[in-house]
């Protein structure tokens, strides 16, 4: 069990937008940054999206972030089949003294 | 450019230790902080703790207290994790990435990972 909740898996067709939901407490993203990854298959995590809303560097602006009190969203607009990853939501907690991670969400472009 | 190289694979027993190697290049080693991720297989990312290798500092996720043990060796810029009395359940890759700040978290970038099979 995550302390952050993420919707499992998601589809979309090519060229729609999908939306995915990082929700969590006020221990975490209420009071911190949150961070998002995306993880190709078989390959390592690679960040997304900084301190809520910041693009990382070379990440193409149909990645977006956004944060409202305890939830985080990362939105993808024109998706692409190499969108297809898993992607998480990353923050500190401060009630634990670390980071937590959301489950993580599969999304399928088809 | 930045990278992190990480050892390579070890299988191992039941309550034996494991110690995955990650050496970093590109950047000042003793500036950035580094945080070890894992992820068993099939599941998704679980943070294991973090090192400040310039100040020595260390912050161990609660679940792994008094298994885990991260270091950094400033001379060869190269991280260190170790656990001990090994479980089946800790059977994942491992992954260094190179972290920001304290009480805050993003990382930038990741090592290839290192695939920690336990089994009897």
């Known amino acids: 069990q995550s302390v952050l909740t993420q919707p499992p898996s998601l589809s979309a067709a090519p060229g729609q937008k999908v939306t995915i939901s990082c929700s969590g407490s006020?221990?975490?993203?209420?009071?911190?940054?949150v961070s998002w990854y995306q993880q190709l298959p078989g390959a390592a995590p690679k960040l997304l999206i900084f301190e809520d809303n910041k693009r990382f560097s070379g990440i193409p602006d149909r990645f977006s972030g956004s944060k409202s009190a305890t939830s985080a969203t990362l939105v993808i607009t024109g998706l692409q089949t190499g969108d297809e990853a898993d992607y998480y939501c990353?923050?500190?907690?401060?009630?634990?003294?670390?980071?937590?991670f959301g489950g993580g969400t599969e999304l399928t472009v088809l | 450019q930045v990278q992190l190289v990480q050892s390579g694979a070890e299988v191992k027993k039941p309550g034996a230790s494991v110690k995955v190697s990650c050496k970093a290049s590109g950047y000042s080693f003793n500036t950035y902080q580094m945080d070890w991720v894992r992820q068993a297989p099939g599941q998704g990312l679980e943070w294991l703790g973090r090192i400040h290798p310039g100040e020595d500092r260390t912050n161990y996720a609660q679940k792994l207290q008094g298994r885990i043990t991260m270091t950094g060796d400033t001379s060869t810029s190269t991280a260190y994790m170790e656990l001990t009395s090994l479980r089946s359940e800790d059977t994942a890759i491992y992954y260094c990435a190179r972290a920001w700040g304290d009480g805050y978290f993003m990382v930038d970038y990741w090592g290839q990972g290192t695939l920690v099979s336990v089994s009897s």
């Open positions: 990353g923050v500190w907690d401060r009630s634990l003294r670390g980071v937590v």
């Open positions: 006020s221990s975490n993203i209420a009071n911190h940054f």
